[in-house]
């Protein structure tokens, strides 16, 4: 699945992270929610923005967060009981306590952080997180 470039809206948020349980394997969910922060977030940027700015001030703003965060953080938690039912996640490793650095990484700060501040372009995101994350939760790490 390649989606660099293409820019789902707010309103499709929902069915492109639908689309993470087609995928073929939990490797392949994994590596789906890092394309689709990358190829997502530039276009909901200055939204996600303001609603943060609002959200510790405006109860409605912070419930709309908070779910946001929770239904990523279901969809990193489904990723995870794939990747242990496919074998793949490291055995010392539990699956809350795999799902919780894979929401981390794939947060909207962290891709905030390194694209538009240390100017990583979207491919350098895609690829460094998905080795990063595949060296820190599977046993099968990434390629060099």
Request: hydrophobic share 40%; with cysteine.
């Amino acid at each position: 699945m390649n989606v660099i470039g293409t820019r789902p809206s707010v309103s499709g948020l929902d069915a492109e992270v639908q689309k993470l349980s087609c995928e073929p394997s939990g490797l392949a969910a994994m590596e789906a929610i890092v394309r689709l922060q990358a190829s997502m977030n530039p276009g909901i940027w200055a939204v996600a923005r303001a609603l943060d700015a609002v959200r510790r001030t405006d109860k409605a703003a912070e419930k709309a967060w908070q779910d946001r965060l929770r239904h990523r953080l279901d969809g990193c938690r489904e990723i995870v009981r794939r990747l242990r039912a496919e074998g793949v996640l490291k055995p010392d490793l539990s699956e809350g306590v795999a799902a919780e650095p894979l929401w981390n990484v794939t947060s909207f700060r962290t891709w905030e952080d390194l694209v538009l501040e240390r100017k990583w372009s979207p491919e350098r995101y895609v690829e460094r997180i998905t080795r990063l994350l595949r060296d820190a939760l599977t046993n099968q790490p990434a390629s060099s």
